[in-house]
Structure formats: C-alpha cells, structure tokens
C-alpha cells in the first residue's frame, strides 16, 4: 500500500516531537512493507522543492515561509498558504504518483484543502491525527476572543481540516469525549494515544553534566516548546520554590514564545538552579535526556481540552519517572499514576509540585522504580506499533467498492528543481 504523509514539520532538521512521532511512524509502515510518501514544508529551502530519503521513507519538501517561533501573525499567512503551495509545487508529481491513503497531523489546521484534492485525485481515504483543538485552547488561555474575526477566521480552516478526513484520532479518553460532544464535524472516530519507537540510547559519558557543572546534582529535565500553552512560569515558580535545595537543578531546551519571559526570570530572581537551552538536533536532545534524572512538562491550567504532551514520550523512552503538572480533569494523571510512573498534580496547586518534587529529588529507589514503570507504560500503550496497526486498521474498514477506479499511472519525476 502507498501511505502519503502530510505534516508542518519533518526530519531531519525539526526538533518538534510531532516531527520524530510522524517519522517513526512512517518507518514503522516501511517496516511492514508499505510504501511512504511525506509531503512536509522546509522555510528557506534553495530551491522550490526537494525530494530526498529517510530510512527507506520518501521526504517531498517544499519552500514555505517561516511558520515556528515567528510573529502570531506572520505565522497565521505562512501556515494559511500551506495547501496552496503544497499543490502549486507538486501538482505534477501527484498526478504520477497516486497513493491509497492519506494520513496528516494537526497542528496545523491548514492542511484541509491539500487533503481534500489529493482524496479527490487519487481516490484515496484520509486519517487525520489530531493532537490538539486550535483555536480552542487560545481561546480558554485568553489569546483570543471565543467570537473576534480572527478565531472566526481559524474556525473555518479548523472546519476544512476536518471536514476532509474519513477518520479522526484522538489523543485521549477525554478529549474523545469532548470532541464528541462539542464538534460539529460527525466523524468516525478513534482513541489515538501519542507513540515512539523504543529506541534509548545509552551513554558513557557525563558530557552535558560536566559541560553545564552539575556532577552530583538532580537535574529535572524539560524538552519542548517554551509557550504558552506550557504556562513556563509554573516551572519556574517550581525552581523558585527548590533554591534552598542545593542538590536540585532545572535544564530546560526548546523555543517558543514564553522563551524571553522565562529568560526574563531566571535573571530577576536570580535563578542559579535553572539553565536554559536553545533547541538541539534529536541525537543530541536524547543524550541530553539520557544523562538526566527526572522528565519534566507543564500544562497551562486554563486549557479545557486534555492535551497528552508529547514529551513525556522521550521521558518514557529512556525511562525517566516524570513531573507533571496539568490542567484539572487531564486524564493523563491517571494514566502516569496508576502506572506508578511519575507524580502529577494541578496546575496551580504549587505546594503540591513541590512535594512531587522533593520525593523525587530526595528518594533515588523512587526515581529507579518510576522510571522503569515509565518504560512499560510506553511498551504497554504508548508504543509506535499500537499506532500504527490502530491507523491501518481503521484505514483496512473502509470499502475497496467506496474508492474509485484510478486512472492514473506513476512517471518519474525529478529530484530536484528550482
């Protein structure tokens, strides 16, 4: 079978979680003999497009304008004409190269006209992987207005995108829920849990330790976005709260847009407890986690929906117990506890996190035996080979009879073009 890909980040130059889940996806598929075909933009690209490999994977990448870690509104036009130049770049190549199916990741909501005229050109059925509701969350966070012109504006693209899938995965129980009660858009749908691939790696070596001075230190590690979503001040409280605690170090790598408030506070409360890193290729951010001690994320309290960050994934991975702090109602708590993989608590409950955070710092048996109950929970649920037979699964119900006959024959196409 021919599998077609689309996401707003890709391998190898993302650091994004979504980026290596859709990649370890797609290798997954190749694994089982399908063919892959990722349809993905690269802002600054030389030339109007580009096709290279991956892992036996197939990476059609396209010029696009910046779309991360931008102006909110500059992003909104970048992400806007991403179907347009997706289609405008590749028409040919996708009339030569039909596919049986169509699997994309939002964010971002733009991907829905693409969607639509591939579907209509090859025949071909669509899973869309949802991994969160914008403009939702902007909404319950005060970014936006629930009924201003611009939410009006993303409701409508929100629509498309889902208005062009046959089937729509879903990260949680409860988002489930809440999708089912308060959408619109009458879909099959499926519970979608977040993925990797069990591939830890190990190190020899204390490099980042000593590069960063903290032998003999705990440190509690967060890798992601640095936005609003995350409410980083929440972690920073936290640091604020551990400075009499000699022993307890924060290390937190990534970009988005609260990167200046938390660089802000480090320097104002005088944070000696708290590094902050720039982003780093994946190889280098799973030795980075190899050599810590506990995984860290954050959830902005205000979200109404129950985002399952994608984090806690490398976390698990390479069998960290992790330290989570959600918005109320999150079911990701009982999953993480009942697991006995980690301690969570609400958002806002600050005592709380810090007594979550002092038995990890002070109890190494603690952190030992949470740390590989982390990494059964990715074996049990959170594997990429459950995702992946879940997708296809639901892709195999749909009636050969219902997809029409194609009439289109694969050609060749050049690698590359300016």
Same mark, same amino acid.
């Given at each position: 079978m021919k599998i077609c890909l689309i996401i707003d980040?890709?391998?190898?130059?993302?650091?994004?979680?979504?980026?290596?889940?859709?990649?370890?996806?797609?290798?997954?598929?190749?694994?089982?003999?399908?063919t892959v075909t990722v349809v993905t933009p690269t802002p600054g690209l030389r030339s109007r497009f580009e096709i290279l490999a991956l892992d036996g994977v197939v990476i059609c990448r396209f010029c696009s304008g910046e779309i991360k870690n931008i102006s909110k509104a500059k992003r909104a036009v970048n992400e806007t004409l991403l179907s347009y130049r997706a289609w405008h770049v590749y028409k040919k190549y996708f009339q030569q190269h039909p596919h049986d199916q169509i699997i994309y990741y939002s964010p971002t909501i733009f991907w829905g006209h693409l969607v639509s005229r591939l579907k209509k050109l090859w025949g071909a059925s669509s899973y869309l992987v949802l991994r969160d509701f914008f403009p939702q969350w902007a909404i319950d966070s005060g970014m936006l207005g629930a009924k201003s012109p611009i939410t009006c504006y993303f409701r409508l693209f929100e629509s498309l995108s889902y208005r062009a899938a046959d089937f729509i995965g879903i990260q949680s129980p409860k988002n489930l829920a809440w999708f089912s009660e308060n959408s619109k858009i009458k879909k099959p749908l499926d519970l979608l849990y977040n993925w990797a691939a069990n591939d830890p790696i190990t190190v020899n070596s204390n490099c980042y330790r000593q590069k960063l001075g903290l032998q003999n230190k705990v440190v509690f590690f967060y890798g992601g976005n640095i936005g609003h979503a995350q409410d980083m001040m929440n972690i920073v409280r936290l640091a604020k709260a551990l400075r009499s605690e000699h022993s307890a170090h924060f290390v937190l790598v990534g970009a988005g847009d609260e990167v200046e408030l938390v660089r802000n506070s480090i320097r104002l409360h005088d944070l000696c407890n708290m590094t902050l890193l720039s982003p780093v290729e994946q190889n280098e951010f799973k030795k980075m986690l190899a050599e810590f001690d506990v995984g860290l994320f954050s959830l902005n309290r205000k979200h109404t929906t129950h985002n399952f960050p994608g984090k806690t994934l490398g976390y698990m991975v390479q069998g960290k117990p992790i330290l989570g702090s959600i918005n109320p109602k999150n079911d990701l708590q009982d999953i993480i506890e009942?697991?006995?993989? =980690? @301690?969570?608590?609400?958002? !806002?409950?600050? &005592?709380?996190?810090?007594?979550?955070?002092?038995?990890?710092?002070?109890?190494? =048996? @603690?952190?030992?035996?949470? !740390?590989?109950? &982390?990494?059964?929970l990715l074996l049990d649920v959170f594997s990429v080979q459950a995702a992946a037979s879940k997708i296809l699964a639901q892709m195999g119900r749909m009636s050969i009879s219902s997809i029409p006959d194609r009439r289109i024959r694969s050609a060749s196409f050049p690698a590359t073009s300016k």
């Open positions: 980040d890709y391998l190898p130059e993302s650091t994004k979680i979504g980026a290596k889940m859709m990649h370890e996806l797609a290798v997954e598929f190749v694994s089982r003999g399908h009942e697991a006995k993989a =980690g @301690l969570v608590t609400i958002n !806002g409950d600050d &005592a709380d996190l810090l007594n979550n955070a002092l038995k990890l710092l002070h109890n190494t =048996g @603690l952190r030992e035996k949470m !740390g590989a109950n &982390a990494k059964q």
